[in-house]
């Protein structure tokens, strides 16, 4: 005589945690703020990114407000940034700005070493950021 299935024992693949999103998976808010930081202070201390630095505003402030909001959402955290800014576009919003592949290039230059000095531990995370970020400043340029 077969057994009734046992509620403790029977498989449910729903009930599995969900993965985590790249933003629990880089250590969440703590370490979106250290590559923003690090980016900015790069952007600001680095002659590699003189073009960089001259086409943003005196103060990086705002700018390091910003950035940070938008990774934190993007990445799949808090979408206070997206709730504030509903609709908006990062490729639109940089139609008005005129970037050469040099400015692309710094950009993706400093994400890159602002990425790598904040997560020295997770390649894979690291690495998959890095490449995504980097495609879509390379996509602004024209
Ligand atoms: C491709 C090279 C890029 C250049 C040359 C560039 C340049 C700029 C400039 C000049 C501003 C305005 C700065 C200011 O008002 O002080 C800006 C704003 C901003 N950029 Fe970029 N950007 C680039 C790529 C990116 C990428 C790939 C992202 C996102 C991953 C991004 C995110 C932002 C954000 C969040 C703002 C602030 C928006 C706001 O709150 O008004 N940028 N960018």
Known sequence: MSTPPDSQTVERPNSQPAPATPFERLGGR????????????????????????????PDLAPMRQSLAGFLTGWSGGPRDWFDANPGRCMMSMHKPFVITEDLAGQWADAITRAIADSVPDDPQIRDAMTGVLTQLARGMAR
């Open 30 to 57: 703590p370490v979106i703020e250290a590559i923003v930081h690090r980016f900015y202070d790069l952007m600001e201390a680095d002659p590699a990114y003189a073009g960089l630095r001259a086409m943003h505003q």
